[in-house]
């Protein structure tokens, strides 16, 4: 069945802030959270997905699941298809108490957002080529999920890449949509350096172990 990926009505900043006042409760599931987001639907849900990895707030065990239903959110916009989303998934509960500091500190940062975001350059956000924005969701998901967690900005840069995209296709904005992009290949970059670094740290350390029984024989 083929999905129409709506624009919203509403700034993103207001939306995130009536979810917010909309949970009841002292656990929500992600299905509960698609449903309070209605009919502004999977982009918006997108861009929710990736506020915890923003911000310094913390909400145990989000990396894996939330970088999981971004990728399916992604794969849905690459074949214009609804996404399957498992229902292990889909139920998962968090706690209220550590969602709620991250909904309303989310609408305040994407609240910065709303006052550039405009329609511009259509080209970017229509027909065919919203197909490869969604591949590219599907790629920067991935990046979100490597396990560096402990590593500066290793989720903050793909979760801006993502919430970019996601942004740029909801209000047909070219040059956010570009932004996201950057912050894909950004992201790339980064990681390859964390390697190389990896990489050279464990030559040397190859080279120290060397050194020693040398020192020790002397």
Do not use: H
């Amino acid at each position: 069945m083929a999905v129409e990926f709506r624009d919203t009505e509403a700034s993103l900043s207001t939306t995130l802030d009536n979810i917010a006042q909309s949970i009841r409760g002292e656990k929500v599931t992600l299905r509960e959270l698609l449903t309070l987001i209605g009919e502004q639907g999977l982009l918006l849900f997108c861009i929710f997905l990736t506020i915890p990895f923003l911000i310094p707030v913390s909400i145990p065990g989000v990396s894996t699941v939330f970088g999981l239903v971004i990728i399916l959110i992604g794969v849905g916009v690459t074949l214009n298809r609804l996404p399957w989303l498992p229902k292990r998934l889909m139920e998962r509960e968090f706690a209220t108490q550590d969602l709620l500091p991250a909904l309303q500190r989310g609408a305040q940062f994407v609240g910065r957002i709303d006052r550039f975001i405009r329609p511009r350059l259509p080209a970017l956000s229509s027909g065919g080529i919203n197909r490869v924005n969604g591949f590219a969701i599907i790629f920067t998901g991935l990046l979100l999920m490597v396990p560096l967690g402990l590593v500066p900005f290793s989720n903050t840069l793909p979760a801006l890449g993502i919430l970019l995209f996601a942004a740029g296709m909801l209000q047909r904005d070219g040059l956010f949509i570009l932004g996201g992009y950057f912050f894909m290949i950004a992201t790339l970059v980064y990681f390859g350096v964390l390697a190389l670094g990896a990489i050279a740290a464990g030559q040397g350390i190859s080279s120290l172990m060397g050194v020693i029984p040398f020192i020790a024989a002397l």
